[in-house]
């Protein structure tokens, strides 16, 4: 077993800090497997030239690199205020118009949302990211919601809100998002994620977007809404539904309390394991790295609490995209990922994996107890869907997988699969092994020092027939 070969994933935004070929290529080099667009950010000319330098890295190093786009959904926010600043006091009441185009200082502010569709008497409304909290005491106008503040703080131009109690119906994709899906199924991304999800209908809705655009790239749905996580059943309902989950915990810790979301992120993790999606913890993982060269020491816990908890990869949002530090974070979260998995088990899971076929859960069982018993260097995963590899990613093995496949949208969207390399080779009867023999003597794969061979578990079936995986064998790899 490589003591070097990291088996949770590094999922890295990238911004302003590294916008440009070579910074993006010294982040996969320190470790990073794929690679966040926040959309709601930046122009499709910037995105162009990101993907670009992402697609000519990746293809320089000879690694799957994953595209993910990451869509803005419904985060409403003020619009510009005046001065870009606007102090506010308890008991103030404040009117938020979506038809007010400009600020003249008054307490009338606008929004570029339009709020009184959607929200009723009562509800909470959090501003500034959490740091203001109101209440809607009276629904104005058609455009137009009251609402009274509970705490001293100030307000500036365009920062976020938040509606905990806000039933959106449905509504999570915006006309914003309609472009942006567009775009993205005309550049491939292998994964869109997708904000404020509050149902797996919304999920179902995405689906049938993308299919519409020809797009098959994989849904990762971000679970940051109180409704979201309302109860078990339907966060169950939402990863069966779905490729793969982010714990977005900025949004979700604002809506539902800090002190959930320990607790979801630890059931989402055991969800998409039992399943066989992949999952994402994302949110200030080392978010003192925006400034500081080291992490603190409750971040480097919190990434490590990840990895035994069994995520498939951690996130990085402002530490690459516009931290003083972007490679040294990545760095610092290998380090953190490398040594957790070699000196720490990962928590069980109290139920049996459920993938969509019982054969690959089967099968990928087996070879996964097959691998330890022999002390197998390798899992070689022969795949044409990227199923069989999920399907034994989630297994979670101490080893790595190593698949091949003659499908570049397959090896992408392996890239962040906990565990996982993927190449792409044109698909012959022995591809796998001859993949391994290649590898072998490389980074990737090592010979043990009480032997002269490479051990390895090959996997496969049947080509280009879903469900067809049915085969396993035991290898010794002579290889450099």
């Known amino acids: 077993m490589s003591r070097l070969f990291k088996r ?8 302003p800090s590294v916008f440009s070929g070579e910074k993006i290529e010294e982040l996969i080099m320190a470790g990073v497997n794929g690679c966040r667009l926040n959309f709601s950010h930046g122009d499709y000319t910037e995105r162009d030239q990101q993907i670009k330098w992402i697609r000519d890295a990746a293809a320089k190093k000879g690694r799957s ?44 502010l606008p929004v570029q949302y339009n709020l009184a569709e959607r929200m009723k008497k009562g509800e909470p409304l959090f501003m500034f990211d959490g740091k203001i909290k109101s209440e809607v005491v009276e629904i104005v106008s058609k455009t137009a919601i009251k609402v009274k503040v509970e705490n001293d703080g100030f307000l500036m131009s365009k920062k976020g809100l938040n509606l905990p109690e ?3 119906g449905g509504d999570v994709i915006t006309e914003k998002d309609m472009a942006d899906i567009e775009f993205g199924a005309s550049r491939d991304f292998d994964y869109v994620a997708m904000s404020f999800v509050q ?52 949004d979700m810790a604002v809506e539902a309390g800090n002190e959930v979301v320990p607790i979801v992120q630890r059931k989402l993790i055991a969800l998409c394991r039992q399943y066989g ?17 080291e992490p603190s020491r409750a971040e480097v816990s919190d990434v490590a609490n990840a990895v035994i908890q069994g995520a498939d990869a951690v996130m990085l949002s402002d530490e690459t995209a516009n ?11 290998k380090k953190v990922i490398l040594y957790t998995q070699n000196h720490s088990k990962m928590l069980p899971l109290k139920h049996e994996t459920t993938g969509i076929y019982k054969g690959y859960d089967a099968v990928a069982e087996a070879a996964v107890r097959l ?41 992408g969207q392996l890239a962040l699969t906990y565990a996982n390399s993927a190449f792409v080779r044109p698909f012959s009867e022995t591809y796998g092994l001859d993949l391994a023999q290649e590898l072998s003597g490389t980074d990737y794969l090592k010979k043990r020092e009480d032997r002269d061979y490479i051990l390895a578990v090959i996997v496969s079936g049947q080509p280009n027939m879903v469900g067809g995986t049915d085969t396993i064998r035991i290898r010794q790899v002579i290889g450099a």
């Open 65 to 108: 690199v994953a595209i993910l786009q990451d869509l803005q959904g419904p985060k409403i926010r003020l619009g510009e205020l005046k001065d870009n600043h606007f102090d506010v006091k308890a008991g103030d009441e404040l009117i938020l118009d979506s038809s007010v185009e400009t600020h003249d200082g008054s307490n009338i």
């Open 166 to 168: 806000t039933d959106f």
């Open 277 to 293: 999606k992949i999952v994402i913890v994302a949110t200030q993982m080392m978010g003192s790295m925006v400034d500081n060269p």
């Open 8 to 15: 949770t994933k590094i999922l890295a935004t990238i911004g």
């Open 371 to 411: 691998a330890e018993k022999i002390e197998a260097d390798i899992i070689v995963c022969e795949t044409s869907s990227g199923a069989t590899a999920a399907a034994i990613a989630a297994q979670r093995p101490n080893v790595p997988i190593i698949s091949v496949t003659s499908n570049a949208r397959v090896a």
């Open 199 to 250: 149902s797996a209908e919304d999920i179902e809705k995405l689906r049938q977007i993308l299919l519409s655009h020809g797009s098959n790239a994989q849904i990762i749905a971000k679970i940051e809404t109180k409704k979201a996580i309302e109860s078990d059943e339907k966060m169950e309902a939402i990863v069966k539904a779905t490729d793969g989950i982010m714990v977005a915990r900025g």
């Open 323 to 333: 931290g003083k530090y972007p490679v040294e974070a990545v760095k610092e979260m």
